[in-house]
């Protein structure tokens, strides 16, 4: 059976806290197995006999949303797909001078050259984005940055959920 890794978006902030253990619990009961997580941000590796990212997606999603009683947009890769969009984002170098915090977001569709183009000619003080392939990179030196989750997706025009880039090597180390 085929594994995959999902991100939940927006999970154990703003009062939509979901615990660890719980979801686990959960997922193995609606039929997931080898379910594992990654600290508690809603990073999900499940086995599952769905045979799809997007069947995945909607049926976490589904399960959550009757579970949880709020929605829980969820982005789902295979193993292969995370080990492909972190080399890919291993390799740009940063846009900013010093070291700016590296973000990758996970987005559900891939953005159209247009959204691409609109993400890249971003141009906040401290804050730089562009696309590659199915992820957006996000540099932000700022405390405060304005370019925020739901911004970007509005540029982009798709749900997406963001992980930072240390947290993206640990889970590339522990699940691809």
């Given at each position: ?34 379910v ?19 069947s995945?997606e ?13 929605e829980?947009p969820?982005?789902v ?55 590659v ?13 304005k ?8 540029i ?18 522990l699940?691809?």
């Amino acid at each position: 059976m085929p594994s995959y890794v999902a991100f939940l978006r927006a999970v154990n902030v703003g009062g939509r806290m979901v615990k660890m253990a719980a979801l686990r619990e959960q997922l193995e009961r609606h039929g997931f197995s080898d379910v594992e997580t990654f600290i508690a941000s809603g990073n999900v590796k499940v086995t599952t006999r769905l045979r799809s990212t997007g069947s995945v997606e909607k049926n976490l999603e589904k399960l959550l949303i009757e579970w949880l009683d709020f929605e829980v947009p969820s982005i789902v890769r295979t193993p292969a797909q995370l080990a492909a969009a972190y080399a890919a984002g291993g390799d740009l170098e940063p846009p900013l001078p010093g070291t700016p915090r590296h973000y990758v977001a996970f987005l559900r569709d891939k953005p159209g050259p247009k959204a691409a183009a609109a993400l890249a000619a971003w141009e906040e003080p401290d804050e730089r984005a562009m696309v590659v392939g199915q992820e957006a990179h996000l540099w932000l030196a700022s405390d405060r940055p304005k370019l925020t989750n739901s911004r970007m997706e509005k540029i982009l025009d798709t749900v997406g959920t963001a992980r930072d880039w240390k947290t993206l090597t640990k889970l590339v180390d522990l699940w691809t």
